[in-house]
C-alpha cells in the first residue's frame, strides 16, 4: 500500500492535501513546514499527518522541499488548533496557519534576525566633519559604555542605523554578530506585599500542583488583580518554565509590561499586531526554542507555541476584544481555558465585571470563584451618582451641574475623565430646512462628522467624502451637526477650560506608534487635566489623580435588540467608572441619561456587580439564552438580500434536528455593509454537542452544494454580537 503525506495549506477550504515525499527527504513529522506544488504555483504547507494512505487511482505529486527538519508547531498546539477548527467550524489550515508568524507563512527560514553589536574601534584616527552633529554624539555615547552594545539598544538611545554605518565606514566603530542568548536576571525585586484582603483571594487561586484548574477571580476595579497575578507567578513559575498573559488591548500592553519587567526582567516577552514581522518571528522562535518566557500578549498570543506553558491569566476575561470578529471566529478566553486542560496547568481569569457565562461556570462548580471586594492601598470605591438630563439644556452633551463638577475637580489640582462612547466630532449631519442626513452610499448608516479632517467617514466601511457646509440635497446652510463625538466634546471642554489640557483618547488620535504611551505619561504626571475618550479609557488603566468621571449618555444599551446589551451596557459603565479614586483622593461619578428611574441604572448607582449580574443570568436562564443554551449563527452575504435570505432558507431546510430552534434568517441590524446585503440564520440548542455536530454536518453539506460565487458565508460560534 503506497503512503502519503496529507499537508494542510492557508486554503479556506475544508480538506487536505496528499503529496508523496521522495526518497531524498528525511521522514516528516507531524507540524513540520514544507514547499509544495499547488496547481500552476508553490504554496508552504503543514505536515497533518505523515504517514496517511494515499488514495487509490490518482497520480499525487511530490512535495518539493522540507522548510526544517523540526515540527513548527509542536504536538499541543496541533491539537488545540485541531479542536478549534471542530469546535468554531472552521478549515484546519487556516487554523494552523492562524498560528505560524507572518514571515513563515511567506516561506521565509525559521531562524531568529541577526544580534548585531556595535563598540569603539581603538587607535582609529578618522575625523568627523562639524557637520555630522550626530554622528559625534554617537561615538561618544557608544565610548561612555562598557563593552558592545546590541543595535536595539542604540536605536532606543535615539540613534539611527545609517548613523551606525557611517561612522562604521569611517572605521570608528566596527560591527560584531553575536548569539542569542537568555538573560539570567538577577536581583530582581519581589512584588508588593499583599494587602490582607488580597491575601484571601490569593491563597482561594489553586496551585499549580493540582493540574488543571480555573479560577475566576472577581475584584473589584483598584483592588490590585495585577499584584495577584505577580504573586503567583513569582511563587509557582520556575525559572525554566514559561507563562501566558492575556491581556484585551494592544493599548493596554505598555503599562502592563512595564510592571511586569520591573519584576520579571528580560523574562518578559510581548506579542500583538503592532510588532514587525521580524520582531514576531524573533519571538515566536524564542517561544518555540523553549525560552523561559512569561508573553504579555493579546488575544492571538494563545496560539503561540509553548513547549512548557505552566500557568496562562486572562486579564479582563469579560472583554469582547478576545473574540475575534472576521475569519477564524475564535475566542482568545475560551481557547487559553481549553490550552490549560491540554498542559493540565491552571489558568486565572480575572476581572472587575466578569463575563456572565464565567459566572455561570463558578456558580456550577466548574471554576472557583475568588472574590477581592476591596481596593488596594487607602483607595475607596467611587460614589455613582444618576444626573436625570431631561429638559435640562445642555452644552456639549454635558449639563450645567455636570460642567461645574469638572471646574470643581480641577481646581482642587485634580483630574477629570469624560467619557463618549463615540469617535467623531458629530455622529449625524443634519439639514434644519429639509431634514436631510448624509448617509453612506455602501452601507445602511449615516456618515459620521469628523471636523478635525473636514470629512464625513463610515465607521463600518471606512468610505470618506468632504465635508460640505451646506445641504447637498436643498443647499441651505442649516446644514448642522446633531450628537455628541469625541471630538466635538473636546472642543467644548477646550472652550469652557482653556488653561487646562484637554487629552481625546480614541482610534483616530492614537493612531501613531507611540502615541498611547506619550498620552499615558501627560495623564501620570498628575497634573490636572481633562481626559475625553472612548473605551479604551474604560480597560484597565491606573490615574491615581483621576477624582472624576462623566458618562456623557449612558442610554444606548438600555432598549437594544441584542440580549448581551445590557450586560455590556453594566460591564462599561462600571470599569469606566473604577477609573475614578484609585489615589488617596476620593472619586465620584456622574453618569447622565434620561432614564434615571431604570431598574438597571438605580441598581448599578450602588456600584456592586454580582447582584446585577445575577438578575441578568435570571433572565437569561427564563428566555433560553447562553449561558444556558448554546449558540451560533450562520451568516450570508450577497449581492442582494434575496440572494443571503435564499440561500439561508436552503440551508435551514438541511438542519433535520428537531432538537434544535431555528430563528430567521432575516436581515442583519446593518443589513447592507460595504455593498453587501447581509442576513443571518440563529440555532440554538440545550446540548453543545448536539448543535456542534449538525453544525459540521451542515457545512459539509454547504460546502458540496453549487451557490453564487458573489455569495459568502460563515459560522460564528458562541457569537458576542447577534445583530
Not at 531562524?111 to 561615538?139: C, D, F, H, K, Y
Amino acid at each position: 500500500m503506497t503512503r502519503s503525506v496529507r499537508i494542510a495549506l492557508a486554503r479556506p477550504l475544508r480538506r487536505l492535501f496528499d503529496y508523496l515525499a521522495t526518497d531524498q527527504q528525511q521522514p516528516l513529522v507531524a507540524g513540520q513546514r514544507v514547499r509544495v506544488p499547488f496547481g500552476q504555483q508553490s504554496a508552504i504547507g503543514l505536515v497533518v499527518d505523515a504517514d496517511a494512505e494515499a488514495p487509490e487511482g490518482i497520480t499525487l505529486k511530490s512535495i518539493l522541499s522540507v522548510c526544517e527538519h523540526w515540527p513548527a508547531l509542536p504536538d499541543e498546539t496541533r491539537s488545540l488548533l485541531t479542536w478549534a477548527s471542530n469546535y468554531y467550524q472552521h478549515p484546519l489550515g487556516e487554523c494552523l496557519f492562524t498560528a505560524l508568524p507572518p514571515a513563515l507563512r511567506k516561506g521565509r527560514p525559521a531562524e531568529r534576525p541577526r544580534l548585531t553589536q556595535w563598540q569603539i574601534v581603538t587607535g582609529a584616527t578618522a575625523t568627523l566633519s562639524t557637520n555630522a552633529v550626530r554622528q559625534r554624539a554617537l561615538l561618544d555615547w557608544l565610548s561612555g559604555q562598557a563593552g558592545a552594545r546590541e543595535t536595539s539598544a542604540v536605536t532606543k538611545a535615539g540613534f539611527t542605523r545609517s548613523q551606525l554605518k557611517a561612522l562604521a565606514a569611517k572605521g570608528l566603530v566596527i560591527e560584531t554578530e553575536t548569539k542569542h542568548q537568555e538573560s539570567t536576571a538577577e536581583n530582581l525585586p519581589s512584588p508588593p506585599v499583599l494587602s490582607e484582603a488580597q491575601r484571601s483571594a490569593y491563597e482561594q487561586l489553586a496551585e499549580p500542583k493540582e493540574g488543571f484548574t480555573a479560577s475566576l477571580l472577581y475584584g473589584i476595579t483598584g483592588s490590585g488583580k495585577t499584584e495577584i497575578y505577580l504573586h503567583y507567578l513569582r511563587q509557582h513559575l520556575a525559572n525554566n518554565e514559561q507563562a501566558l498573559v492575556l491581556v484585551p488591548e494592544i493599548n493596554l500592553t505598555p503599562q502592563t509590561v512595564k510592571r511586569f519587567r520591573h519584576y520579571f526582567g528580560e523574562r518578559i516577552a510581548v506579542w500583538h499586531s503592532a510588532l514587525n514581522d521580524g520582531e514576531r518571528l524573533d519571538t515566536w522562535l524564542r517561544i518555540r526554542e523553549g525560552a523561559p518566557v512569561i508573553v504579555i500578549g493579546t488575544r492571538s498570543a494563545v496560539l503561540l507555541p509553548f513547549t512548557g506553558l505552566r500557568t496562562i491569566v486572562v486579564d479582563e476575561e469579560h472583554d469582547s476584544s478576545y473574540k475575534q470578529g472576521e475569519g477564524f471566529r475564535y475566542s482568545g478566553r475560551d481557547l487559553a481555558v481549553y490550552r490549560a486542560h491540554l498542559n493540565q496547568c491552571p489558568i486565572i481569569l480575572g476581572s472587575a465585571t466578569p463575563s456572565l457565562e464565567s459566572l455561570h461556570n463558578a456558580a456550577s462548580g466548574k471554576y472557583r470563584l475568588a472574590r477581592l471586594e476591596e481596593r488596594a492601598g487607602n483607595a475607596a470605591p467611587p460614589v455613582i451618582n444618576l444626573l436625570d438630563i431631561r429638559s435640562r439644556p445642555l452644552e456639549g452633551g454635558m449639563a450645567a451641574p455636570t460642567i461645574q463638577s469638572i471646574r470643581d475637580c480641577l481646581a482642587r489640582g485634580q483630574q477629570a475623565l469624560v467619557f463618549v462612547n463615540r469617535r467623531g466630532f458629530a455622529p449625524v449631519m443634519m439639514c434644519f430646512d429639509c431634514g436631510h442626513m448624509v448617509e453612506c452610499p455602501r452601507c445602511d448608516t449615516r456618515l459620521t462628522y469628523h471636523r478635525k479632517d473636514r470629512a464625513m467617514r463610515c465607521h463600518h466601511c471606512d468610505y470618506q467624502t468632504a465635508a460640505s457646509a451646506q445641504c447637498p440635497a436643498c443647499k441651505s446652510d442649516a446644514f448642522k451637526p446633531v450628537g455628541q463625538g469625541t471630538e466635538r466634546t473636546e472642543d467644548i471642554l477646550m472652550q469652557q477650560f482653556p488653561e487646562v489640557p484637554v487629552i481625546r483618547v480614541d482610534r483616530d488620535s492614537t493612531q501613531r506608534k507611540g502615541s498611547i504611551q506619550s498620552i499615558l505619561s501627560t495623564v501620570n504626571t498628575g497634573r490636572p487635566c481633562i481626559l475625553v475618550g472612548t473605551q479604551m479609557l474604560a480597560k484597565g488603566h491606573d490615574f491615581p489623580n483621576v477624582t472624576l468621571v462623566v458618562v456623557i449618555n449612558a442610554d444606548g444599551g438600555l432598549f437594544s435588540v441584542d440580549f448581551r446589551a445590557p450586560e455590556q451596557l453594566i460591564q462599561t459603565l462600571l470599569q469606566v467608572s473604577g477609573r475614578a479614586g484609585r489615589g488617596d483622593a476620593s472619586g465620584q461619578v456622574i453618569i447622565q441619561t434620561c432614564h434615571s428611574d431604570h431598574p438597571m441604572l438605580r441598581q448599578l448607582a450602588s456600584g456592586h456587580y454580582l447582584p446585577l449580574a445575577d438578575n441578568l443570568l435570571a433572565e437569561r436562564s427564563g428566555g433560553g439564552f447562553p449561558p444556558f443554551r448554546s449558540m451560533a449563527i450562520l451568516r450570508a452575504e450577497g449581492v442582494t438580500m434575496e440572494d443571503s435570505i435564499g440561500f439561508l432558507d436552503h440551508a435551514k431546510q438541511q438542519i433535520t434536528d428537531t432538537q434544535i430552534d431555528l430563528w430567521g434568517p432575516l436581515p442583519a441590524v446593518i443589513a447592507r455593509r460595504a455593498d453587501r446585503y447581509r442576513a443571518q440564520l440563529v440555532l440554538i440548542c440545550d446540548s453543545r454537542t448536539r448543535l456542534n455536530q449538525a453544525l459540521k454536518s451542515l457545512c459539509q453539506q454547504l460546502d458540496q452544494q453549487k451557490r453564487k460565487g458573489s455569495l459568502r458565508w460563515q459560522i460564528d460560534v458562541d457569537p458576542l454580537e447577534t445583530g
